[in-house]
């Protein structure tokens, strides 16, 4: 977590969030509702692909990101709401997967450094309540990337 502190105190860093998952299976969509609250700022910008980041690709690359930040719905096998900064590289494979490539395996198509703020989830079925552990931390993340 110091880490990500220290990447959004620094002004002198381009950073880029991508809110990914898919808002109609509940707290799959944590990434874009996180995403949505993050205040623009000169050196952040937010990007919302959803279940498409794929093709987002080509988008983000035109930022010129020094920091892309990924954030995602995330099996750390912990309870709901859990959530975790990390390393791109750390990721194996345990998002929820509304996208169609891993985010370590994408992460081969930018040049910037990479993390992924991650979310337990409790409830994947189909509709769009976020449910109550999941939009706890959620809330607690936007605080933590607003209050930079």
């Known amino acids: 977590m110091d880490k990500i502190k220290h990447l959004l105190s ?3 860093l381009r950073i880029v969030f991508a809110g990914i998952g898919n808002v109609l299976r509940s707290d799959d969509g944590v990434g874009p ?4 609250e993050i205040r623009s700022r000169n050196n ?3 990007i ?3 279940t498409g980041v794929e093709r987002y690709i080509s988008a983000i690359n035109r930022e010129k990101p020094d ?3 990924f954030i995602d719905c995330v099996n750390f096998e912990k309870e709901p709401g859990y959530w975790q900064a990390i390393p791109v590289e750390k990721v194996i494979d ?5 996208h169609n490539i891993s985010l370590n395996k994408l992460s081969e198509f930018f040049d910037s450094e990479i ?3 991650g979310v337990q989830p409790s ?3 189909v509709g769009e309540q976020i449910s109550e552990p999941v939009a706890w931390s959620a809330n607690e993340i936007i605080s933590l990337i607003n209050s930079f």
């Open 115 to 117: 993390w992924v703020i």
């Open 67 to 69: 920091v892309l930040i």
């Open 10 to 12: 620094n002004d002198n």
């Open 48 to 50: 919302i692909p959803e």
């Open 44 to 46: 952040r910008v937010v």
């Open 123 to 125: 409830d994947l079925r």
């Open 94 to 98: 345990s998002t929820c997967h509304s």
């Open 33 to 36: 509702f996180i995403a949505r």
